[in-house]
């Protein structure tokens, strides 16, 4: 009879939802940093979000297939998550992921379904000035922001120092490289999206709040834009990188 409670027929229940997971993760990351490159190299791109990048593919049957199995990997990566949750492995942290990669399942399968999706940049809007609204609104706007930079660090820390490497089995060159920049990249977006939303508490406007695909934006917009974009886009690129590498060499259990 299986247990979690076994480390081996723990992995090998969550073994192939963490490597289906982690590259379905990387697949989202890399469309949105292929895209933003595409853009900062004046060749028709989007800054755009996840769930934009999910929308881009809508539109072939190529496109919907895989929009179809990336859903499927994004489940995986959640439950994948929800098992570590319910182990007590970083409770909150993974339960944030679930509900995070849970999400990001059920847009792909609205949109496969026709259903279509706002961008986060709307969803930003609509979400801040609800909550902007309740007694209390600016200050609980505000910390959402400070949290969001806090994540941003924490994933700054993880890239500076490496401690990705701590839960793979095995060693990989390549993989420290990317994960380096990749890490460093997602401290860049999140940091970013943290700080507007913060701006909106401020100055008590919602149209301050930005999601990844604002923040890319912000980026595109500023002085020196196309160069500040290609090397954000190039550091997710390597972040999607790091995930595949991560499918290959994470312990699962961890």
Request: hydrophobic content about 50%; proline content about 2%.
């Amino acid at each position: 009879m299986h247990t979690f409670a076994n480390p081996r027929s723990a992995s090998e229940w969550t073994g192939p939802l963490a490597r289906v997971g982690l590259i379905a993760k990387g697949i989202s990351y890399g469309l949105v940093g292929a895209l933003a490159l595409k853009l900062a190299l004046g060749d028709g791109g989007a800054a755009t979000s996840n769930q934009g990048a999910m929308q881009h593919l809508a539109g072939t049957s190529f496109g919907s297939v895989l929009l179809i199995l990336l859903a499927v990997g994004l489940a995986a990566y959640a439950v994948w998550r929800a098992i570590q949750a319910w182990q007590g492995e970083e409770r909150f942290v993974n339960a944030s992921r679930v509900v995070i990669y849970g999400a990001l399942t059920y847009t792909a399968i609205r949109i496969v379904s026709g259903a279509g999706e706002q961008t986060q940049n709307k969803s930003a809007h609509k979400t801040t000035a609800v909550v902007l609204s309740w007694p209390g609104g600016t200050v609980i706007v505000g910390l959402i922001g400070a949290v969001l930079i806090g994540v941003g660090l924490y994933q700054l820390y993880m890239g500076v120092t490496r401690k990705f490497e701590e839960k793979w089995r095995g060693r990989s060159d390549v993989g420290s490289v990317v994960g380096v920049i990749g890490h460093v990249a997602r401290f860049v977006v999140l940091a970013l999206v943290g700080v507007f939303a913060i701006k909106a508490a401020a100055e008590y406007n919602p149209k301050q709040a930005v999601g990844l695909d604002g923040a890319l934006q912000k980026l595109a917009h500023e002085s020196y834009g196309s160069f500040l974009l290609g090397l954000t886009a190039a550091g997710l690129l390597a972040y999607c990188a790091f995930c595949f590498v991560d499918a290959r060499y994470r312990d699962p259990s961890r």
